[in-house]
């Protein structure tokens, strides 16, 4: 996964957002989600944490499977957990980010130059979570 080893502990599906068999609430979600951040989201990629165990380390996305310029908006459902955004540079900045249910965290694409971002596994009791990452494709 992203051009070198991950820990991926999660289930992942993804859809293009033109495919006729589309489940009508990822067509639902899509359409808001365009609606509220005004880009042309092509894509969405599901993450299924079913509980503190389920992780995805620190990564960014490939600059090349996403058009430059937009946005990947990242909607949370279910369990919050805490998403941990890391500076590339040093002296390492890193930020703890609480994703609720209902939550739409929008991250540039120049964000993933310089940050690197993840789930990491958690001791406390925490149910499932599913998260609907959008994004712009190229051609
Ligand atoms: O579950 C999340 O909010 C993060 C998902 C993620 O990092 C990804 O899809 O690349």
Known sequence: MYDRDVDVPR?????????????????????RVREAIGAPFTSAGLNFYRDGRDSVAPHNDHLYEIRAGYPIALLSLGSTRR?????????????????????LLLMSYETQKHYDHGIPKTRELVGPRISLAFRVRPQ
């Not at 289930?11 to 639902?28: C, F, H, I, K």
């Not at 390492?92 to 209902?102: H, K, P, S, V, Y």
Request: charged fraction near 30%; glycine fraction near 4%.
């Open 11 to 31: 289930q992942v599906a993804s859809y293009r957002l033109d495919d006729p068999e589309l489940p009508g609430v990822l067509e639902t979600a899509a359409a």
């Open 83 to 103: 998403m941990t955004i890391r500076s590339k540079a040093r002296p390492r900045r890193i930020f703890d980010l609480d994703l609720e249910t209902g939550s």
